[in-house]
């Protein structure tokens, strides 16, 4: 604490040295309305004028401290414009006082977290200009995008859409106030405002929505390749939201990452009360909280712009000598990884400040209807004012990027992701044995999680420029990726003898989902895999959500996104996890990402080897969506289908099987299949339906959202070519039976078919489980061959009878156990 003391007081004794001798360093140094340099903050810009001196960086040739005097002025305008786009109707640049009728009736904003995230992303804008580098930017706490698009618009850095209507005049202005949160519809019958409570496809550069706080402190650390920067601004209420984000330090390389500034906005508070950090300790108890986690903590001032162009500057200095120690051997992982925390009251700069209100409405009352409010409003406005020259001059020193040939902040690396393979291997699809299947023997077997290792490692191995992460919560052996584990390895600090660990592993693995997701996630310049327990899908369910939805906005906005999609593969599924209770059974996550857009969330359900491997092909291929991948891992699944089956199944989202049914050109019935297991329940079925002598045919439907009803152009596109549908489901058709891996009311509601043909029903997991093995669980979950046939008896009006033998029955109706009879006699 003295030696704290003591650094103070030298600051203080240099910075009135320094303003004496330095005109141009006093001119900027007395600050701009709330905007105010502490001495120390002085002595760090002094000192960061001369390392850039030493080094010979002229940035975009805007003088150090003519760009900082600008700075400030840009970021007072900026906090100005954010409390009108909470409050106001009308803007007048002039500055007057706004009368009642100038107030919004009903005001709207996440106001002081957004006042707060001025001086940072305006310091963000300046330490690219005085380098000539154009940084990528993240902010985890999306609802403080106007603070984003304040300063975008002051200073020309806008997406076509803002471009549009906004400009620096009343007219302009007062439309971008009134277009936030004016919930208008458009004639299209869309939003027509391109702003959003959160960040969204129309930001400026923006990466993520940021409505899930925590996942961006789980994505920085992966998200930028070597040579790239990226600036990160964190939330400290969504340091308790998430685990997780401690670990950046481990995952964090010289040789395979970009560099990272991590910034936390430590304003304090959540919506209706301090955060559990303040309760804790504040900045110093983070601090000595991220020393423990291997972080480089630093503590500036987070009301000033300058501040953060220096804390910017100082974590890539410290970062970029971190490197050169780790390349010349005189430093081991994991390193102090440098981390700003930003300290300010939320809000700053306006009444209300440091406040519960601050974070939506700080007034403590509406301006439009109460004297006193408006009053307060006025007040805190003209302390941060710019006059409109003063204004223009200040942002065209933001705008010199021609200078030194680097992209404008929209434009920043991340954004435009363009990725694409070299090499695509071919699979190694296995021969089926079609006389066996012919003749109801049974089938060479496999595992499809193996077709998954071999395709994913053979295309990471054949397309090396490209950097793999693979998402591992846990068990990577037991669900099959072994030749994947044995080539990535796990990343680790200290890796173990006699086990697939390396420093510079690519398999990112800890017991959290959200965690190791997100690092596959963030790699959008590499190659990717994320990997789980079907049941422990939804506890990643956030962070794939968030990634689907900001991507079908960008397309929606004419910016499809051109990073490799993503396979997530759900395995040691619900039908083959019966030995772990009915925890470890649950097939949401596929019901969920049947949810979302079809044509980005493609859920599919490989049958076999082969389909599997074909499916593993294809995802490469495409961009900018999530594969959704339920799969079995047992080595007991039939190769039932030969690649060019399998090929076709991908390419048209199911099949007819016309090796199984019983006299399909006469059938009234199809039996459907969702899920490996389900199409050996369906294949059973067929097969002692087509001995009782009853037509019907056999469908698997590999990716459902290709058959259902669409809710969008971009989904009518995506389903499977209408002469493909009308093949699998004919006008003929009178009864449909659906068998699925998932519970059958989702299934039943989104396939088409089942929705236009009358005398139909489904089959699936009834949320029933236990300690069962895989008959078992189909069993109990009455989707077991022998309910399948007697529902094809209830639907056609036959008597069971004639379908089922005696014992079947009395099994079927629970009079005795069905082991032996309908299911294996367990030993």
Not at 126 to 153: E, K, P, Y
Not at 253 to 264: L, N, W, Y
Request: net charge neutral; with cysteine.
């Amino acid at each position: 604490m003295a030696h704290a003391r003591e650094s103070i007081s030298q600051a203080k004794q240099k910075a009135a040295q320094w303003r004496a001798e330095n005109p141009d360093f006093a001119r900027w140094a007395k600050g701009y309305g709330v905007i105010q340099h502490s001495d120390l903050t002085q002595a760090r810009i002094r000192d960061m004028e001369t390392r850039l001196a030493e080094h010979g960086i002229r940035g975009d040739g805007v003088s150090f401290y003519d760009l900082l005097h600008a700075l400030d002025r840009v970021a007072s305008a900026g906090m100005w414009l954010v409390v009108h786009e909470t409050y106001a109707r009308n803007v007048y640049i002039d500055g007057r006082a706004l009368s009642a009728e100038d107030f919004k009736p009903r005001p709207e904003g996440h106001t002081g977290g957004a006042l707060n995230m001025v001086p940072a992303y305006a310091g963000y804008l300046g330490i690219n200009v005085l380098t000539g580098v154009t940084r990528a930017w993240l902010m985890g706490q999306g609802h403080c995008v106007a603070a984003i698009d304040s300063l975008n618009l002051l200073v020309g850095n806008m997406t076509p859409a803002h471009a549009g209507r906004y400009s620096i005049t009343d007219e302009g202005l007062t439309r971008y106030v009134r277009d936030f949160y004016s919930y208008r519809i458009a004639d299209d019958g869309k939003q027509d405002s391109p702003l959003g409570s959160h960040v969204n496809a129309h930001t400026a550069g923006g990466l993520a929505e940021g409505g899930y706080l925590g996942f961006a402190e789980l994505q920085y650390v992966h998200m930028p390749l070597p040579g790239e920067r990226l600036v990160a601004f964190l939330s400290d209420g969504a340091f308790e939201e998430q685990r997780g984000s401690d670990w950046a330090p481990r995952w964090w390389r010289a040789e395979d990452s970009g560099f990272v500034a991590p910034i936390m906005i430590k304003n304090g508070r959540r919506i209706d009360q301090r955060t559990t950090m303040s309760q804790q300790g504040g900045a110093t108890w983070f601090a000595r909280h991220l020393r423990l986690n291997s972080f480089d903590p630093i503590l500036f001032d987070g009301r000033d712009p300058a501040a953060f162009v220096w804390a910017i500057f100082e974590m890539e200095r410290r970062l970029q000598a971190i490197a050169e120690e780790i390349r010349a051997g005189k430093m081991k992982y994991p390193v102090a990884l440098p981390y700003g925390i930003a300290v300010a009251p939320k809000g700053y700069g306006f009444p209300g400040a440091g406040t519960n209100l601050a974070h939506n409405l700080p007034l403590m009352a509406n301006p439009h209807a109460d004297e006193e409010a408006a009053h307060r409003f006025n007040r805190g406005a003209k302390r941060l004012w710019v006059a409109c020259d003063e204004l223009k001059e200040a942002a065209e020193k933001l705008q010199r990027h021609d200078r030194s040939g680097r992209p404008r902040e929209k434009d920043h690396t991340l954004v435009h992701r363009e990725v694409s393979l070299r090499e695509v291997p071919p699979p190694p699809f296995r021969p089926v044995n079609e006389e066996k299947r012919q003749h109801g023997m049974p089938a060479d077997t496999a595992s499809p999680m193996e077709a998954v290792d071999k395709v994913f490692a053979a295309t990471a191995r054949a397309n090396s420029h490209l950097r793999p992460r693979v998402g591992n919560p846990d068990e990577m052996r037991s669900n099959r990726l072994i030749e994947t584990l044995e080539l990535l390895k796990f990343r680790v600090t200290d890796p173990e003898p006699g086990v697939p660990e390396s420093l510079h592993g690519a398999v990112i693995t800890a017991l959290n989902e959200e965690a190791v997701a997100s690092a596959a996630l963030a790699n959008k310049g590499g190659i990717n895999l994320i990997h789980t327990y079907e049941a422990f899908g939804t506890k990643m369910q956030g962070a794939v959500r968030q990634e689907i939805i900001f991507a079908n906005h960008l397309n929606e906005s004419g910016r499809p996104q051109r990073w490799l999609s993503v396979p997530l593969i759900l395995t040691s599924h619900t039908w083959e996890n019966g030995k772990n209770e009915q925890s470890h059974q649950d097939p949401g996550m596929a019901e969920s990402m049947l949810g979302e857009p079809s044509h980005m969330s493609r859920v599919l359900f490989p049958p076999d080897f082969n389909t599997a491997a074909a499916v593993m092909e294809r995802i490469y291929q495409t961009h900018g969506q999530i594969w959704t991948l339920v799969i079995a891992k047992t080595d007991a699944v039939p190769n039932l289908f030969a690649p060019d089956a399998a090929r076709r199944m991908v390419e048209e989202g199911g099949l007819s099987i016309e090796w199984a049914g019983h006299a399909s050109a006469r059938a009234e019935l199809t039996l459907v299949a969702v899920g490996a297991y389900q199409l050996g329940e369906v294949l059973r079925a067929s097969q002692r339906l087509g001995e009782r002598d009853v037509p019907h045919k056999v469908v698997y439907v590999l990716e459902p959202g290709r058959f259902r009803v669409p809710r969008s152009m971009a989904e009518e596109e995506h389903l499977a070519p209408a002469e493909v549908r009308n093949a699998l489901f004919p006008e003929n058709v009178r009864c449909l039976i659906l068998v699925t891996h998932t519970r059958p009311e989702p299934m039943l509601g989104l396939l088409e078919p089942f929705r236009r043909i009358g005398s139909s029903s489904g089959l699936g997991y009834i949320n029933l489980g236990g300690a069962y093995d895989t008959p078992g669980l189909l069993f109990v979950n009455r989707c077991s061959w022998a309910h399948c046939v007697s529902e094809v008896a209830r639907l056609t009006g036959v008597e069971r009878e004639r379908l089922l033998e005696t014992r079947e029955l009395a099994a079927l109706d629970g009079q005795i156990s069905p082991q032996g009879i309908i299911i294996p006699e367990r030993g």
